[in-house]
Nanobody, 124 residues
């Protein structure tokens, strides 16, 4: 049963922006912290950003701070990742994830639900 549905990936030139979305079919969505990760071929899954269920607390990895921004709409049970000033090294499969709990989480093992992944390709 797929509970997280991602959209918005694609192939874009460097320097442009792209917004990923992830719709959740989870009851009481506001009770879940959510996060975004990415995985490039041959590399480990990398944490990007997370946001608490209350929408009060966010955390962004240093590698994307200032370029990526996580947000959520609890009424729509949807999370977003706004990515700007994209670079070729941002090319990867991007995953959304949800974790039961009130704060934000940064480790993949802390998340119980995962999206199927959406590919982002940034050309130079």
């Amino acid at each position: 049963q797929v509970l997280l549905y991602e959209a918005g990936g694609g192939s874009v030139p460097a320097g442009t922006s792209l917004t990923l979305s992830c719709a959740a079919s989870l009851d009481n969505f506001s009770r879940y912290a959510v996060g975004w990760f990415r995985q490039a071929p041959g590399k480990e899954r990398e944490f990007l950003a997370a946001i608490s269920g209350s929408n009060r607390d966010t955390y962004h990895a240093d590698s994307v701070k200032g370029r990526f921004a996580i947000s959520r709409d609890n009424a729509q049970a949807t999370m977003y990742l706004l990515m700007s000033s994209l670079r070729p090294e941002d090319t990867a499969t991007y995953y959304c994830a949800a974790a039961r709990g009130s704060r934000y989480y940064t480790l993949p093992s802390e998340y119980q639900y995962w999206g199927q992944g959406t590919q982002v390709i940034v050309s130079s």
